[in-house]
């Protein structure tokens, strides 16, 4: 079985005109619900072997402060370039490529592709990912390369705004 974790990244920050679109960091709003969706994911007993952000710093901060909740040490998360401005078969791509040893990963990565990505292997409909939410998805598969919609199971999909 392999279980893959799809997030959107928070809510980021339109501020700073200087910035480049892969600069911006996350805002407040951003700040509060990725921690709160890491706790929310610790609360289910959530844990991963590995976490792959794309460079955009509100990606990378996103998949921090979840890792931090999870008890996954964030030195050990993997910047992919390919997630930043992907569609959804670079994001199965970048998936596919994953040791067949790691049974569970996390993808944080950017809409309309990361939204696109979870419809593509859920079994079931799913509407768009509001920032910061993520959706949970179980395989039966020995191997990355074979995960599929048709041997997909849709365990869970949550967001922040189910808890304020």
Do not use: C
């Not at 679109?21 to 844990?47: I, K």
């Not at 931090?68 to 930043?84: A, H, S, T």
């Not at 179980?138 to 041997?151: G, L, R, T, V």
């Amino acid at each position: 079985m392999k279980i893959l974790y799809i997030l959107r990244h928070a809510k980021s920050s339109w501020k700073f005109d200087e910035l480049s679109d892969q600069d911006r960091p996350l805002n407040n709003r951003g700040r509060s619900d990725a921690p709160l969706m890491g706790q929310e994911l610790a609360s289910r007993g959530v844990t991963t072997d590995l976490i792959v952000s794309s460079p955009a710093v509100r990606a990378i901060s996103t998949a921090t402060l979840v890792a931090k909740e999870l008890g996954y040490d964030p030195d050990n998360i993997v910047v992919d370039n390919r997630i930043y401005g992907s569609d959804k078969h670079e994001l199965l791509e970048v998936v596919q490529e994953t040791p067949v040893d790691v049974n569970s990963v996390m993808i944080v990565g950017h809409n309309e592709a990361i939204s696109d990505f979870a419809q593509m292997l859920s079994p079931e409909p799913l509407s768009s990912l509001p920032t910061a939410g993520v959706v949970a998805l179980e395989f039966n598969s020995e191997s990355w390369y074979e995960i599929k919609k048709e041997n997909g199971n849709l365990l869970f999909i949550d967001f922040p705004k189910n808890y304020k």
